[in-house]
């Protein structure tokens, strides 16, 4: 793209698909990406980036001119990186990450996570939400998440981490999830791979024999012989939160608050959500809608969730039961479980009778007026991000399923 918007760069080089893989679709010829595990590799300013950004883009619809109209990607790829600092609510984390120090790794929960648990949730979650291709590219990874070669497997004790490298042909024949990875510093993906491209000065080519033949000529302790492989993995995961804790409006205050920052936040009510490493957002519009849609489900869950803790049932207090013991059961409210997938997939719908207008609010100055309507996995990702403050207590009886 050009360094000052969003247009075609002049002097890009054309894609040119590779003869094994080309097919005609409707007239036009193009390269197809097959399920399973692909490896798109090379050196440095090759174009690997810059191929999976194109792939990326495909799950949305372009117009004529734009230089990616005729790049489809399947509509439930999610692009997938290490995100620092993310808040994870009750995440199985245990098909990458064998134990955690203090925790448990099979109901993982917390409000800064590590690049290598980060990035295991953020699996997790998109293959649960339904998502059949994962992009992931190795600069935007945890290293230690990504590969450990065999000298440190044998150096190393003691490693809690599963590798996705690992995981992820078993993604694809236990899930049917298919995995395209940028990889340019290690060799461990070549073994696990179903096929290998090769960009050079923005070409690409297929070297799956090649670069397979080089890997198993080089590897000083053969992965096979040495290691077994891990055990078959528990791919699901825990989708329940308490709706209770889902606020439009802050602590004390009656009006409702909904702010979309140009510093990449999304404020809803008391939370702040960093949605930078949420790369399928691509325009304000969407991440605009994004707003106003968590706040009509915020809505339609907690229509009354102002005057909850006002309308409680007393308990009955016996002689033992003291005042400090009753007011804390006058302000226990009943947990209220969704499943986040059923209800934005439940808001959706409504959405598509209704038109993306029905959500919209003018009361809301500091959002745009404009939307454009999102994913439900963008959707799920920001709401997976909110912190629900004060549900730790109630939380705590949410199990993985």
């Known amino acids: 793209r050009e360094k000052d918007g969003e247009d075609p760069l002049a002097s890009a080089v054309p894609f040119i698909s590779t003869p094994e893989d080309e097919m005609e679709i409707a007239g036009i010829k193009g390269m197809v ?39 489809i990607t399947d509509d439930s790829s999610v692009k997938i990186s290490a995100e620092d600092g993310r808040c994870i609510r009750h995440a199985n984390l245990s098909p990458f990450i064998k134990w955690i120090p203090g925790g448990d790794p099979k109901d993982f929960s917390t409000q800064h996570a590590s690049g290598s648990t980060s990035q295991a949730a953020n699996i997790m979650e998109a293959v649960n939400w339904g998502a059949k291709l994962l992009m992931i590219d190795e600069d935007k990874s945890a290293t230690n998440f990504m590969i450990q070669d065999a000298v440190m497997k044998t150096l190393i004790d003691k490693e809690p981490i599963t590798p996705f490298v690992e995981r992820v042909q078993e993604l694809a024949h236990k899930k049917e999830v298919s995995s395209i990875l940028v990889i340019g510093g290690s060799s461990e993906y070549l073994q696990a ?25 080089s590897v000083l302790l053969p992965a ?20 209770n804790y889902l606020s439009s409006r ?4 009656s009006t409702e608050v909904l702010k979309v920052s140009d510093l990449g ?6 939370e702040f ?21 968590l706040r009509k489900l915020i809505c339609q869950l907690n229509p009354l969730e102002r005057f ?48 993306l207008e029905s959500a919209y609010s003018p009361f809301f100055t500091e959002c745009i007026r404009w939307m454009e309507l999102p994913r439900k996995y963008e959707i ?4 997976s991000r909110m912190r629900l403050k004060g549900s730790d207590s109630g939380d705590a009886q949410v199990v993985a399923q």
């Open 250 to 253: 802050p602590e004390g205050m």
């Open 33 to 71: 990406f097959k399920k399973g595990v692909t490896v798109i590799t090379g050196g440095g300013y090759s174009g690997k980036s810059t191929l999976l950004d194109a792939l990326s883009a495909g799950i949305y619809n372009h117009i004529a001119g734009d230089g990616r109209e005729f790049v």
């Open 224 to 243: 096979k012989a040495t290691f077994r492989g891990p055990k078959p993995a528990d791919f699901s995961n825990c989708d329940e939160i308490d709706a």
């Open 308 to 355: 909850q803790k006002f309308s409680l049932p007393k308990p009955a207090a016996s002689e033992n039961t003291s005042p400090s013991e009753i007011k804390q059961e006058e302000e226990t409210l009943q947990p209220k479980w969704i499943c986040r997938k059923a209800q934005v997939e439940r808001l959706l719908a409504q959405i598509d009778e209704e038109g």
């Open 380 to 383: 799920l990702a920001v709401l």
């Open 273 to 293: 959500v960093d949605i930078r490493m949420i790369h399928n957002i691509i325009s304000p519009a969407q991440l605009n809608a994004i707003a106003f849609l």
């Open 193 to 217: 791979a179903d096929r290998i491209y090769m960009m050079q000065d923005y070409r690409i080519g297929q070297v799956t024999k090649e670069a397979k033949a080089l890997r198993e000529a």
């Open 265 to 270: 936040f999304l404020i809803l009510g008391e």
